[in-house]
């Protein structure tokens, strides 16, 4: 068990949408009812992740930097070998957003559908975030047919997607399983990885619902991926953690 007693960790939700994702429940929710949604649940860092798009990322990076929250933006990917989340430093420009889409080969008027693929390869995708300085993390991998591991690829190009040097982390859907991911003690995926979980959020109400615990100092993307370097010491889900009683 982890004290979250010790300084630094915060409470955050890594996966998050907007109306700006066409598939989202409730398409008039605002800018501040989403920031506000996630300050009720306690939360102090958001990532604004929607179907290959960047659309709502400002509006909400500004009301949410005047009210506490801390927000990543971001972008979820569609690739033919699962859905990847695209995490960036939190001043990144929305412009660099759009290249980063152009240069994927997302054309704008499929931008907010997840239907639409990237003609990237799954690992290029991991390359390119990298190389736009970012952090990319395999979306809700057990979750059938959007998770690497539940796509219609072949076994061998999963379990390379699972062993590419660009992927930084997984976001899993079955919690319990944590451990094994790890320690990588899942069969014919061997490498170790940090592991978070996000809500998924398509309406307000969704958000927090999966929450982890991280220790950054201060957030941001150096935080982030030193968390996911010390995992062990550094994240930790709700259902681990047990309160300590400082009072005598």
């Given at each position: 068990?982890?004290n979250?007693?010790?300084?630094?960790?915060k409470?955050?939700?890594m996966?998050?949408?907007?109306p700006?994702s066409m598939?989202?429940?409730?398409?008039s929710?605002?800018?501040?009812?989403i920031v506000f949604a996630?300050?009720?649940a306690?939360?102090?860092?958001i990532?604004?992740?929607?179907?290959?798009?960047?659309?709502r990322i400002?509006?909400i990076r500004?009301?949410a930097?005047r009210?506490g929250l801390?927000v990543?933006?971001?972008?979820e990917?569609?690739?033919?070998?699962?859905h990847?989340?695209?995490?960036f430093?939190?001043d990144?420009?929305?412009?660099?957003?759009?290249?980063?889409l152009?240069s994927?080969?997302i054309?704008?008027?499929?931008?907010?559908?997840?239907a639409?693929?990237t003609?990237?390869?799954?690992?290029?995708?991991?390359?390119?975030?990298?190389?736009?300085?970012?952090?990319?993390i395999?979306?809700?991998i057990e979750?059938?047919?959007?998770?690497?591991l539940?796509?219609?690829?072949?076994r061998?190009v999963?379990?390379?997607?699972?062993?590419?040097?660009y992927?930084?982390?997984?976001?899993?859907?079955?919690p319990?399983n944590r451990s094994l991911w790890?320690r990588?003690e899942?069969?014919g995926?061997p490498k170790?990885?940090?592991?978070?979980q996000g809500s998924?959020?398509h309406a307000?109400?969704e958000?927090g619902?999966?929450?982890?615990?991280i220790?950054?100092?201060?957030?941001?993307l150096?935080g982030l991926?030193a968390?996911?370097?010390?995992?062990e010491?550094?994240?930790?889900?709700?259902?681990?953690?047990?309160?300590v009683?400082?009072h005598?």
């Open positions: 068990m982890i979250l007693n010790k300084p630094g960790f409470k955050v939700d996966h998050i949408h907007t700006a598939c989202y429940s409730e398409k929710t605002t800018t501040e009812e996630a300050i009720a306690g939360l102090e860092a990532a604004v992740t929607d179907h290959n798009t960047a659309a400002e509006d500004s009301f930097s009210n801390a990543f933006p971001g972008i990917i569609s690739s033919r070998g699962g990847v989340i695209a995490l430093e939190l990144t420009p929305i412009k660099r957003l759009e290249e980063f152009d994927a080969g054309p704008p008027d499929g931008r907010g559908n997840a639409n693929m003609e990237d390869g799954t690992e290029e995708v991991f390359q390119r975030i990298e190389r736009c300085g970012g952090i990319a395999a979306a809700h979750r059938w047919p959007s998770g690497f539940e796509t219609n690829q072949p061998q999963k379990m390379k997607i699972h062993d590419s040097h992927l930084s982390a997984l976001e899993i859907t079955i319990q790890n990588g899942v069969r995926y170790k990885y940090a592991c978070i998924d959020a307000p109400g958000i619902r999966r929450p982890v615990y220790q950054m100092d201060r957030i941001g150096a991926r968390a996911f370097m010390d995992y010491n550094r994240i930790t889900f709700p259902e681990d953690y047990t309160p009683n400082n005598p």
